[in-house]
């Protein structure tokens, strides 16, 4: 009879876990027993192992296998258990001594040659390693500059289960045995498009620099060819990078998406997602009929979610980003778990005026009743979320001698300086921007402005043109036109600015 135990790691939406695996070997009938919730690729770990490891001509004849992966309430999914759970199986044989490997987590999967294959989600993976205490991870050489990303942790880079082997009985020996180095490969530098290429819309482009600096929602309306996509793809390019927390995040779940490309540093840029507007409600939401996954609103964490023609997405796409929009995470809800996956992004939305495009009483073509029902797709609780509702007007001969804008940089420098304002207003609090801040906090107390300038949100809250979500989203948008002009605290033309930037034609005011 034989027994070991090491550690693997595994993947809950964009979380990692830590796994023990055990393995038990005794005589008696041949048989291979898996415990622990395991989807149908982790179950049939022990069926790529064997191979993988007779290929090494090591003995492995029939007998009766046990195999624990602890939790076994936790799910498991995918094949990158397979080399803990070789390892954990090599020294239960006795071909590794089982205390070589108790104190390793490993990550990977097995294919019947040995060789050991990438699997994606293993910076999350290290991750909650290093947060376990585990200062060694051995991974496959084309994760390890990913891995190799989190500190505190050692990483171990093979190739096939061979150099595991030579590796572990090296270190049981007390010799030292030379493990292959990856290749260092830089991320390309994201294109930033600049807003110099924006004809006119002075007003859109005032509308942007509200946004970026305080984190707020936007929705544009305009005829196409005005100009609202070329906003859009501009606002990553005046958002500061991003700090280290959020970095590595954004990272993790670039890693979770298979989307980091053996790179190594971490993803700096805000993220720019736009789905298509036929995409269905897991790919933006999340979910998944097996392993849970990130959808686009989690891909856009701390970036930006554009929405071209929303009106055409599934009205039950648009209203399952009401939750995320309120508390800045996903929670996907299984029979056997809930998954939580960050969710912190800007959403901008773009939609014409009409279903025609045209919008002006010469041009349009739709009959009354279906003008009346475009907008209806967007419900009133979406829109009520939306802070910053902007027109953009058709582009005209004269926009065009007026030459090119501001460049991204210079507004990136003021938006810049007008989130250093909100970080000392806000240092003693879990937020930093004021599109997070309560409206508790803005309605009363330290920060509660005087009644003269706060009457007129309180007259449209009576006459009940404002709701009180509507209220508090006018309160941080009045606090960033502050920012941006270097006051320290809103004045009556930053509350009716703000007020202002709620309202648009055709679109629900509140």
């Known amino acids: 009879m034989g027994f070991a135990r090491t550690a693997a790691l595994t993947l809950s939406g964009v979380e990692g876990n830590v796994v023990t695996v055990e393995a038990q070997v005794s005589d008696g009938i041949p048989a ?7 989807d149908a690729a982790c179950r049939k770990a022990p069926d790529r192992v064997r191979p993988a490891i007779v290929n090494l001509n090591l003995d492995m004849r029939p007998r009766r296998w046990t195999l624990n992966l602890s939790p076994a309430a936790l799910p498991k999914t995918g094949g990158g258990l397979d080399l803990g759970v070789a390892v954990a199986m090599m020294a239960a044989a006795g071909h590794l001594q089982p205390h070589v490997i108790e104190d390793v987590a490993h990550v990977g999967e097995m294919g019947l040659d040995g060789t050991i294959r990438s699997v994606n989600g293993v910076l999350p993976m290290v991750v909650a ?11 496959p050489l084309e994760s390890a500059t990913e891995a190799a990303l989190v500190r505190g942790v050692r990483v171990r880079a093979v190739r ?15 010799v030292s045995f030379e493990l292959p180095r990856p290749l260092t ?3 390309p530098v994201p294109e930033v498009k600049d807003l110099r290429d924006v004809v006119g819309q002075a007003a859109a482009r005032g509308a942007l620099e509200v946004a970026a600096a305080g984190g707020h929602h936007l929705l544009l309306v305009g005829p196409p060819g ?14 500061p990078e991003l700090g280290a927390s959020d970095s590595l995040t954004v ?16 993803v700096r840029r805000s993220p720019f997602v736009a789905p298509h507007h036929s995409a269905s409600m897991a790919s933006v939401i999340g979910g998944g009929s097996g392993a849970v996954r990130p959808g686009a609103v989690s891909r856009a964490h701390r970036g930006v979610l554009f929405l071209d023609e929303a009106p055409e997405f599934r009205r039950d796409v648009l209203d399952g980003l009401r939750q995320p929009l309120e508390s800045g995470e996903v929670v996907i809800a299984r029979a056997d778990r809930h998954v939580r996956m960050p969710a912190r992004f800007q959403l901008v939305l773009a939609a014409n005026p009409c279903p025609c495009g045209s919008g002006g009483p010469r041009g349009c073509t739709c009959p009354p009743a279906r003008r009346a029902s475009y907008f209806a797709r967007l419900s009133g609780p979406l829109l009520d979320r939306m802070d910053l509702k902007v027109g953009v007007s058709a582009v005209a ?14 507004v990136a420098q003021r938006v810049l300086e007008a989130r250093a304002r909100q970080r000392e207003r806000w240092r003693d609090e879990p937020w930093s921007l004021n599109a997070e801040a309560p409206g508790s906090e803005l309605r009363q107390g330290r920060w509660q402005l005087p009644s003269a300038e706060r009457a007129p949100l309180d007259r449209a809250l009576d006459e009940g043109t404002l709701t009180l979500r509507g209220l508090d ?26 007020m202002t930037l709620r309202q648009i034609a055709g679109v629900n005011a509140a």
Not at 129 to 139: L, Q, S
Not at 160 to 174: D, I, K, N
Request: aromatic share 2%.
């Open 473 to 498: 989203r006018c309160l941080r948008v009045a606090w960033t036109l502050a920012d941006l002009s270097g006051l320290d605290r809103p004045r009556s033309s930053q509350v009716h600015q703000a």
């Open 129 to 139: 390693a290093a947060e376990a205490g585990i200062t060694e991870v051995m991974v």
């Open 226 to 239: 005005a100009g609202k996509t070329m906003l859009a793809e501009r606002l990553p390019g005046i958002l």
């Open 185 to 187: 490969r830089l991320r």
């Open 397 to 410: 001969r004269s926009d065009l001698a007026l030459g090119p804008g501001e460049p991204s940089s210079v």
């Open 32 to 38: 291979m027993i898996v415990s622990g919730v395991a």
């Open 160 to 174: 096939t289960l061979a150099e595991v082997l030579a590796f572990y009985t090296a270190r049981a020996e007390g």
């Open 251 to 266: 990272t993790a779940i670039h890693s979770v998406l298979g989307a980091l490309d053996g790179a190594d540093a971490l």
